[in-house]
Every structure is written in C-alpha cells, then in structure tokens.
C-alpha cells in the first residue's frame, strides 16, 4: 500500500476506480502515514480520523454502484480558512480557535462528490495573512525538504501535506501568492485559477475582491482534474462567474509548439543572485526547446502592485474581519460592557499581523484618507489589469519567478517589509484576476540541503486549459519535481536526520 503515496490523484483514482484497492483501506494506510510523520512537519491542524473513514467507505460504495469518480480515493488536505460541516474551522486563530463549521464551502463539497477523502484540516498563516505559514496562532508547519526552512504561505500547511506524501491534493487560498508560493517552495503545483471561476462561498474571506480557492498538487494532470471539479458557477456566491468551465484535464498538451510565451521585461533576474538567476534562465530556453517563442512584453506598472495590494487587502481585511467581535461567534472576552467586551476579545483574539493588516485596511478607508489611499489603489489597479491586456495582444503565456527566494529558515524574515516583498511576482496577478500557477523549475543549493523554486506561468482571464496544457508540456520534459522525491530522498525521514545532525552540531 505504501508506493500508492508515490502515486498521482490520476494514478490513485485509476485505481480505485478499477477496484484493485478499496478506498477504504487507502485511507486508512493514509491516516497511518500522516501520524507516522505529520508530528514533525506539522501540516495538519485537525485530522479527521472518523469523517475520512466515513467518506471512504461511500465512495467504496459508489464504486460498486458502477459510478466512476474523477478523484475516486483521493486523499484531500484542505486548508482550514475553509468550512467543512460538523468540523473546527480555525483559520490558524485563537478568535474562532473553538468554532465548528454549520456549512460546507461548495468547493469542497464538489471535492468530495468527485471522490475525494478529507484526511484533515491543514495549517495556514492567521486569516491567510502571510508568505510563511508562520504566522499561525496554532502550530508550526515545516517544509518537508528542511524543517528548518519554512513551507511558503499561507497555504503552507496544504503544500507540505502534499509534498510529504500525507496527501494527494491539498486545497488553498490565494489571496496574493498564497497558493503559488508554497507550490514553489515545497516542490508541488500551485494553482490559482481566474478570479470567480472557483466558489468562494464557505472560504472565509480575507480580501474578498482578491480570494481564490485552487489546488495543490503533484502534478500538473492532478491540477486539472481538481480544478475540473471545483470549477463551476455557483449561485450561493456573488462574484462566481456564469459561464460555462471547459475540461482542462482532456487538453494537457506534450509540447509548446507555435506558443509565444512573454518575458517580462521589468521582472529582471539579477537581483535574484546568480544561483536563482541560471536556474529561470535555464527554464526559460526549456521552454524554447520545446517550441515555445520567447517575447518581450512590459508590465509598466508591475512595481506598483506591492503598495496597491497592501491597501486593498488591508482595507477589504479590516471590514470582512470586523464579524469577528465577540458577539455572534468565536471567542468572548467577558466585560462589563459591549465595547471593552469587543476590544479585548479582539485583542486576544488576534495575532500581530492580523492586527496591522486590519489598522492598515481601517486608517485607509477612514475619512479624509480614502480618496487618498483606497481610492487611488483600485485606480493603480486597473492600470495594473490593463498592462496585462496590452501584454496578452503579444504573447499567449507569460513567464517569470514565482518567488524572489527558495524556502528560508524559520525566523529569518520577522520584519514584515521583508515579508511583504515575498508577494512582488504573485501579487500583479491577483489585482488582475488572471490564472497563474507556480511548476517546479529546478533547485538552488545551499549548503548540503536542495531548495526547491518555482516558475510561475499565468495566462487571460479564462485560459485555464491553455495554461495547464503548457505546464503539463514543461513538467513532463524537465520532470524536475523527481529530483528530490520521496523514494529516492525520504522527505520526512532525511529532514528529520539533518535537524537533529545540527542540533548536535551545535550543542
């Protein structure tokens, strides 16, 4: 049962659905596994021993039923900013720490009807504020490659379950970067689709004009058939899009023949450093090797996205967050009156950075201030959006980093200018609401220890077949997430090794 963790969801629910395993007992060897290694890595909030048991044993007999399910067996980690019924629902906060969800999100729900068994709830930065995952109130996730090193943010915890092997897919949120980050960090697919094509109903909101559910996974065929599945108008949802999803997992292409793919012109790779530097020049002639025609194209206004997002993420922050006031749900502070009995459950219940985000978004949108800052944001915004259109009329894809770094050691970004700069390649996407994800590129070494990188695709509004064919074509003739995996490099185990040789080392 063991080499099925080596397996894609594609491989997993292939197998399932030919009734050579049971879903049954590959969730219970699942289950195992993560108790086996989750304590180290810390990828999990809340496993959820019963309910994937439950859910295994329905699909089992859906199967027998003669149904075929896209995702028969397939075990899912889903990030806990997303509501799944009778289960805690924290978002890494100490405010809904004791919360039980009444409701499932309808992108986990179509998860599940697609086959899938929810081995537990993962980890993420508080309210999906940050680029480390180490802004959780409730735990330490570790990236499975070092865990010294952080897993990226803030689905961290859905990166590192898939990376581990403790899941198949993992479920996300991208706000900024927060899905295509620890993709690249942990050596996984990140896939954030275009803005309204994937429900947001039962995700709780961080910047709703700017929230995104998308999976993680393994491989770029995995993508599609999860975003297959999760994909769909959904009444229950305001911003969700009516218009009708196209298969994306049937259209995975072997090469980029006749593709013009755009290099971004102020996404200059010297300030990565030289390591970082030959690793997305090396990607990119693979990416001409395999038919692709390179093309400059300019984002004028790209430098501008860090400061636009983080008015327009606070700002929508401050307002979604001002449910959370110890009245309606979560946690109350006892006092002798409703407005010190709303500051101090607020100010318990809260971690630093959800804090400056929410006085951030409030001083923005405060009188005599709004114009100034909200106003002009949504204004650079659109700016931002159309430099994307006028880059599209020359090019079909566009390519660049997805991350300024590889993964960094625990601790050593505490400032939050140096974390916010984490977000400077993902962040121009999410104003413009346009699908991109992170593929792995290559690695960088440090000392003894191989960091994994990410290049991150992204393509129009809607494009998501064209998108997905494409990685699929780079990852399949580069193949550089087997490098490191777990057969040949014991992800868990090997860490583990190296953290307890420097704890020697250093004693």
């Not at 397939?74 to 900013?81: H, I, T």
């Not at 979560?330 to 318990?348: E, F, H, K, P, Y």
């Not at 997430?481 to 014991?490: G, H, K, V, Y």
Request: glycine share 8%; aromatic share 8%.
């Amino acid at each position: 049962m063991s080499e099925l963790f080596e397996r894609s969801a594609a491989e997993i629910a292939r197998e399932v659905n030919e009734r050579r395993v049971s879903a049954s007992e590959l969730t219970q060897a699942a289950l195992a596994h993560v108790r086996a290694n989750d304590g180290e890595i810390g990828a999990y909030l809340l496993v959820l021993d019963e309910l994937a048991k439950e859910t295994a044993l329905r699909v089992d007999e859906r199967i027998a039923r003669g149904e075929r399910l896209p995702l028969a067996g397939v075990p899912l980690a889903v990030k806990d900013n997303m509501c799944l019924t009778g289960t805690r629902t924290t978002c890494a906060s100490r405010i809904l720490e004791r919360w039980t969800a009444p409701y499932t999100a309808t992108a986990v729900a179509r998860m599940l009807d697609a086959g899938c068994v929810p081995i537990g709830k993962t980890n993420l930065d508080e309210f999906a504020m940050g680029s480390s995952c180490e802004n959780s109130a409730l735990g330490v996730t570790r990236n499975p490659y070092d865990l010294e090193r952080v897993p990226g943010g803030s689905s961290g915890g859905s990166a590192a379950a898939v990376a581990a092997r403790e899941a198949a897919v993992g479920m996300g949120s991208d706000t900024g970067g927060s899905i295509r980050e620890p993709g690249a960090f942990c050596n996984v697919i990140g896939f954030k689709p275009t803005y309204g094509r994937v429900s947001r109903y039962g995700l709780i909101a961080f910047a709703s004009s700017l929230d995104q559910i998308g999976p993680l996974t393994r491989t770029v065929e995995d993508a599609a058939l999860a975003y297959d599945a999760m994909a769909g108008h959904d009444p229950m949802d305001s911003t969700s899009i009516a218009r009708a999803v196209e298969p994306s997992a049937t259209t995975l292409r072997e090469d980029l023949q006749g593709l013009r793919i755009g290099i971004v012109r102020e996404f200059g790779l010297d300030p990565l450093g030289a390591a970082m530097k030959a690793v997305y020049e090396r990607a990119y002639r693979d990416l001409e090797a395999l038919g692709a025609r390179l093309v400059e194209v300019s984002l004028p206004t790209a430098d501008y996205g860090l400061a636009t997002y983080y008015l327009i993420a606070p700002a929508e922050c401050s307002s979604n967050l001002a449910r959370f006031d110890g009245v309606r749900y979560g946690l109350q502070v006892q006092a002798g009156d409703v407005a010190t009995m709303n500051s101090r459950t607020r100010a318990a219940g809260f971690g630093p950075e959800v804090k400056r985000r929410v006085l951030i978004g409030t001083y923005a949108l405060s009188s005599g201030y709004y114009d100034a800052y909200y106003v002009r944001a949504q204004k650079a915004r659109t700016l931002v959006a159309r430099d994307f259109a006028q880059a599209f009329d020359k090019c079909d894809l566009i390519a660049c980093p997805a991350t300024s770094c590889p993964p960094f050691l625990l601790g050593a970004k505490s400032d939050p200018y140096s974390m916010y700069l984490m977000d400077y390649y993902t962040i121009p996407m999410s104003l413009a609401g346009i699908p991109a994800l992170s593929v792995p590129c290559g690695w960088v070494d440090e000392g003894d220890v191989p960091l994994p990188i990410g290049l991150q695709l992204t393509a129009p509004h809607f494009a998501e077949p064209l998108l997905l064919g494409a990685a699929h074509a780079y990852e399949q003739a580069t193949q550089h997430a087997l490098r490191c995996r777990p057969e040949s490099f014991d992800c868990a185990s090997r860490a583990q090794d190296r953290l307890r040789a420097k704890s020697r080392d250093r004693r």
